[in-house]
C-alpha cells in the first residue's frame, strides 16, 4: 500500500535525485524526531501539503487545477483517514479512503486488506502538521525518506454535483418521474437539495416560473419522485444545491416529455357471463399517476390490426380500489373480446398485450337476438305479420345460402329453407300474397324458385323459357308475372309451376348492362321500366288480359341497384328515388319536393308521409373514432322536418310494420351494410325502435 499523491513527489524525483552514505541507517533516520506528544485531537481536520522536503532541499507543492483548490488529505473523528485528489480541470475527485491510528507519534494508515503504511510525525499544532513517508525518489529500488509540510486547509467548495442531475430511467422507474444526482461530499456543513419544477409554456419551460417541490436534508439521499406533478405534456425539473455558505450550484433544466412515461398493465380475470351480464375482475393497480382503468371490448384480439377493427369503450372507473365491474348492456355482437387499460393523468395507456399480464379475453358470450347469420344478401317483410325473411348465411359454417323466416317479436327463427341455392342472387328475394298462399320468390339465374312463406317449405320452380336472363321482376295487383331482361319487358300468367307468355314489349332501344333494370307498379295498372343510367323511364299499361301498352316516356331517373334505391307509394301516389332524395308524382311523373334528412333512406311509411333512414355513410370507415352513430333519422313530409330517435344497434334498414311500429335491421358494429361482415363474428339482429 502506498500513500497518495505520487505526483506531487514526482517533482523530488526530477529535481533533488542524488545517493546516501554507504553507512546510512535509513530505519533510524525515518523514525527518528518522532513527536511522541501528538495528539489526536491536535489532528483531527483537513490538512494540504504546501511543501516537500529531501536531501535538504524544500520545494512548493504548486496547484494543479487553480479553479479546483488544493489536494488535501481529512483525518476525521471515527478513525476514517480519506485523501482527496483532483484528476482535472473539471474538478473531478479521486478520492480513498483508508483508517488511521495515532501512537506515539507514528500514524499508521491502513485498508481492509490488512495492508499498513506508518507516516511519522515530527510536528504537529494546531497551524502545522509535518510528518516523514518512504518515498523511492530516484528510481534504485531503495525507500527514501520525504518530509511534507501540511497546514490547515478550507477545501474549495465544488460543484460537481449539478452536472449530474438527470432523470433515473431505471426499469423501475420508467413509469416515475425520478431523477438522481450524485452526493455532496465537500467539508463545509451541508443544508439541503431543492428540486425545482416548471411546466412548459407552449413547447418550452422556464426557471422563471418554477416552484420548489422538494427539500432534501440528507447529503446521502441523491433520489427524487414527484408524486403528484401536474398533469402536462412537459414537465421541467432543475436540481439546487445549498451549503452553510450559501448556494454551491445549479443545474440547467431538465426536460420530461410526460407522454414517454410506460404504463403499468393489470391483470384482467376470465370474465363470467351470468344471465345477460358479463363480470370482469382485474388486481389493482399500482401504477403512479394513475388516473383511471378503461373497460372496452372489440370485434379482434387486441394482439391483431385489421380493417374494420373497432374498440368500443364500455366504462371508465376512477377508483384506483374498484377492481370489479358488471357490464349489464353487453354488446350485440358474438365472442366479444374484452379488455382493460390503465391511463395515466398524462393520457398514456397500457399496451394491449405485454408478456408478463393477461389484459384481454375473447367472452363466451352472444345476445339471443343476434341471428345466426354473418351476411345478409337479401331481405323480405311480411306485410301482415312480425316476420322478416332473410336471404343469407353464416361463414362459420359450410353452409350454402339459406332463407330464414325471423320472428322479430319473438327473437326467434320460425323456419329455414332446406334446398341448396346455388347461384348468387342479384334481384333481391320478394314476398307475394298470390292465387296459391303467401310465397317467397328466389332468383335462380333465368329461373324462379317458389317457397311456402310460412314453413319455407321448397314448392317448385317458375321458369320463364323465354327469357335468357331476369333483370326484375314483379307481381302486378291484376295477377300477372312481369319480368324485364335487356331489351324486353314480358307478362306471364301461371299456373302452379308452369309460366305461360302472355305479352312482350320492346322496351329502351339502347342497349344498357343487365342488372340495373327495374319494373314499378304505380296506380291504374301501370308499369314504369327504368334503367340506372337512363334518365328517363317508359310508363306501360297493362289490362286485364296482360296485354302491355307503351304509352309514354316520362322524367322519372329510376336510380335502381341492388340497394332498392326506388320504391312506389300507393298510399300517397309517389315515387321516390332515394338516391338523389327526390319525388316524383304518379299522377303527371312531375318532381314534387325534394328532402335533406336522412341522408340515407332505405323506407317509407305505409301512408307514405314518413322517410326512414340514417345518415351513417355506407363509405366511411370503420375505425373506432368514425362518425357512425347508432340513430335512425325519420322526415316528416307535411312538416319537413325531421327527428331522431335512438337504437341499440347501427341501423342497417328501417321499415313500418303492420302495426305502424318502426323496425331496424341493425348491426352490433359499424360496417357498409348487413352483407359484409367483420373478422367472422355475428352481430345483426332486428329491433322494434318505436
Not at 482535472?88 to 499498513?116: A, M, P, Q, V, Y
Not at 527514501?144 to 501540511?150: K, P, V
Not at 322517410?611 to 370507415?621: A, F, H, R, V
Request: hydrophobic share 30%.
Amino acid at each position: 500500500m502506498k500513500f497518495k499523491f505520487p505526483f506531487l513527489l514526482l517533482i523530488l524525483s526530477l529535481i533533488l535525485s542524488c545517493s546516501q552514505e554507504d553507512e546510512y541507517d535509513f530505519y533510524t533516520d525515518f523514525y527518528s524526531n518522532a513527536e511522541t506528544s501528538a495528539t489526536a485531537n491536535n489532528l483531527i481536520g483537513i490538512w494540504s501539503i504546501y511543501f516537500l522536503e529531501f536531501e535538504g532541499q524544500k520545494i512548493e507543492v504548486p496547484l494543479d487545477y487553480l479553479d479546483c483548490g488544493r489536494n488535501y488529505s481529512v483525518f476525521k473523528e471515527n478513525g476514517i483517514y480519506e485523501e482527496v485528489l483532483f484528476e482535472d480541470s473539471n474538478c473531478s475527485k479521486l478520492s480513498n479512503t483508508l483508517n488511521w491510528n495515532l501512537s506515539k507519534g507514528i500514524i499508521t494508515l491502513s485498508n481492509n486488506f490488512n495492508e499498513t503504511e506508518e507516516i511519522v510525525v515530527t510536528k504537529l499544532t494546531n497551524s502545522e502538521f509535518n510528518f516523514k513517508t518512504k518515498l523511492d525518489v530516484d528510481g534504485d529500488g531503495e525507500q527514501d525518506i520525504i518530509t511534507a509540510f501540511l497546514k490547515p486547509y478550507v477545501p474549495k467548495e465544488i460543484d460537481n454535483i449539478s452536472d449530474t442531475f438527470s432523470r433515473n430511467t431505471s426499469a423501475t422507474s420508467n413509469n416515475y418521474i425520478s431523477y438522481n444526482w450524485d452526493p455532496y461530499t465537500g467539508s463545509e456543513p451541508f443544508i439541503a437539495y431543492e428540486i425545482y419544477r416548471s411546466a412548459s409554456s407552449g413547447d418550452y419551460c422556464s426557471k422563471n416560473n418554477a416552484v420548489l417541490v422538494e427539500t432534501i436534508t440528507d447529503p446521502n439521499t441523491t433520489v427524487f419522485r414527484d408524486i403528484s406533478p401536474p398533469n402536462e405534456e412537459h414537465l421541467c425539473y432543475f436540481l439546487k444545491v445549498k451549503i452553510q455558505s450559501g448556494l454551491l450550484g445549479e443545474s440547467g433544466l431538465e426536460t420530461l416529455n410526460t407522454y414517454n412515461l410506460v404504463a403499468t398493465p393489470v391483470n384482467l380475470e376470465n370474465p363470467t357471463v351470468i344471465n345477460n351480464t358479463i363480470s370482469l375482475k382485474w388486481t389493482k393497480s399500482e401504477m403512479p399517476y394513475f388516473s383511471h382503468y378503461e373497460i372496452s371490448y372489440s370485434n379482434y384480439a387486441p394482439n391483431i390490426s385489421a380493417f374494420g377493427e373497432q374498440n368500443v369503450i364500455v366504462t371508465k372507473i376512477t377508483d384506483k380500489n374498484k377492481t370489479s365491474f358488471i357490464d349489464e348492456n353487453p354488446p350485440y355482437l358474438e365472442k366479444p373480446y374484452y379488455s382493460i387499460h390503465v391511463y395515466d393523468i398524462f393520457g398514456n395507456k397500457t399496451y394491449d398485450t405485454n408478456d408478463n399480464f393477461i389484459t384481454s379475453w375473447e367472452v363466451d358470450f352472444k345476445r339471443e337476438e343476434i341471428l345466426d347469420l354473418t351476411h345478409i344478401i337479401s331481405y323480405e317483410i311480411n306485410p301482415n305479420k312480425p316476420n322478416i325473411y332473410l336471404y343469407g348465411y353464416d361463414s362459420n359454417t359450410v353452409n350454402l345460402s339459406r332463407i330464414y323466416n325471423y320472428n322479430y317479436e319473438t327473437n326467434s327463427v320460425e323456419a329455414v329453407s332446406t334446398k341448396d341455392i346455388n347461384y348468387s342472387n342479384y334481384i333481391p328475394i320478394k314476398f307475394y300474397t298470390t292465387v296459391y298462399g303467401d310465397e317467397i320468390f328466389v332468383d335462380q339465374s333465368g329461373a324462379f324458385d317458389i317457397y311456402d312463406a310460412n314453413s319455407l317449405d321448397f314448392k317448385y320452380s317458375l321458369e320463364p323459357k323465354e327469357l335468357f336472363s331476369i333483370d326484375d321482376f314483379i307481381y302486378t295487383s291484376s295477377g300477372y308475372y312481369v319480368f324485364v331482361e335487356d331489351n324486353y319487358i314480358y307478362t306471364y300468367s301461371r299456373n302452379n309451376d308452369i309460366l305461360t307468355l302472355v305479352d312482350k314489349k320492346m322496351h329502351f332501344p339502347n342497349y344498357q348492362s343487365g342488372y340495373d333494370y327495374k319494373v314499378l307498379e304505380t296506380k291504374d295498372n301501370q308499369l314504369l321500366i327504368g334503367h340506372y343510367n337512363e334518365p328517363n323511364s317508359i310508363l306501360f299499361s297493362i289490362d286485364n288480359y296482360g296485354l302491355l301498352i307503351k304509352l309514354k316516356l316520362v322524367p322519372v331517373p329510376l336510380k335502381q341497384n341492388k340497394e332498392r334505391n326506388s320504391s312506389y307509394n300507393l298510399a300517397d301516389n309517389y315515387i321516390i328515388n332515394f338516391k338523389e332524395q327526390k319525388l316524383y308524382s304518379g299522377n303527371d311523373f312531375s318532381s314534387i319536393t325534394t328532402f335533406n334528412q336522412p341522408n340515407f333512406a332505405s323506407t317509407v311509411s305505409l301512408n307514405g308521409k314518413v322517410i326512414y333512414g340514417t345518415n351513417n355513410d355506407p363509405s366511411w370507415s370503420f375505425e373506432s373514432d368514425s362518425e357512425h352513430k347508432k340513430i335512425a333519422t325519420i322526415y316528416n313530409r307535411d312538416s319537413q322536418s325531421y327527428y331522431t330517435i335512438a337504437t341499440k344497434g347501427y341501423p342497417q334498414i328501417i321499415f313500418e310494420n303492420y302495426k305502424n311500429e318502426i323496425v331496424s335491421i341493425s348491426s352490433g358494429m359499424k360496417k357498409a351494410d348487413f352483407y359484409h361482415n367483420i373478422n367472422d363474428k355475428r352481430d345483426l339482429f332486428v329491433e322494434i325502435i318505436k
